[in-house]
């Protein structure tokens, strides 16, 4: 009886979540239209004229599997005929638990810990390697939510913080049928001048924000 109702609420999450995706996204794919989505080539999500392809990211995530397919597959035929025909009956035990212990942690913890130690980690390998260059664009970058511009004097700053504050409002309004997740943090956008240094920053805690810049 526990198992069935456990079973009958692990289905009932996962078509919570389908539900949820598909009345979200019909919107997008109506205005958008789905093949510009499935097979456009180009990401700009906040552009001054946003585009939306995901063919990248679909051709990325295939790709990665079958990397990890090549890398894994050998690695886990040959461990599984090791463990039936050459190892002692011990260690094949102690290895059985912990391929079973492995295979029950969430796929989602093997995420956080590539983001949080083999991201930073690799970031740190690219700079290394691409210390002075002038062509690379590192990848690190991109998880910035803050953008600084350092303008020749006051008056530029001035000017370039309305050019900023228009270009932020119409993004807001170019997406007013469909919004992203990137738009509602636009709206509470913090834009602060000082002398001619210009700030642009865009996150969840505006509050946690302001306080840093002050």
């Not at 000082?194 to 840093?212: F, G, H, I, Q, R």
Request: hydrophobic fraction near 50%; include cysteine; charge should be negative.
């Amino acid at each position: 009886m526990i198992f069935g109702v456990c079973a009958f609420f692990a289905v009932l999450a996962v078509g919570a979540i389908f539900l949820y995706m598909l009345v979200n996204g019909i919107p997008a794919i109506r205005h958008l239209g789905l093949k510009n989505i499935l097979f456009g080539t180009v990401w700009k999500p906040v552009a001054e004229n946003p585009e939306y392809g995901i063919l990248y990211i679909i051709l990325t995530s295939l790709l990665g599997t079958v990397l990890a397919a090549l890398a894994g597959v050998p690695i886990g035929v040959l461990t599984a005929v090791y463990l039936a025909e050459v190892a002692e009956p011990g260690r094949a035990v102690l290895v059985r638990d912990a391929v079973e212990v492995l295979a029950g942690i969430p796929s989602v913890i093997y995420g956080l810990l590539g983001v949080y130690l083999l991201g930073p980690a690799m970031y740190r390998l690219e700079r290394k390697i691409f210390a002075g260059s002038r062509t690379h664009q590192f990848t690190g970058g991109a998880n910035l939510l803050s953008a600084v511009l350092v303008l020749a004097g006051a008056d530029q700053a001035e000017t370039a913080e309305g050019a900023l504050k228009d270009y932020v409002q119409r993004q807001i309004e170019a997406n007013t049928d469909y919004r992203p997740a990137e738009i509602p943090k636009l709206e509470n956008a913090l834009i602060s001048r000082k002398e001619n240094t210009l700030l642009l920053v865009v996150a969840d805690d505006l509050d946690a924000a302001k306080k840093a810049v002050e």
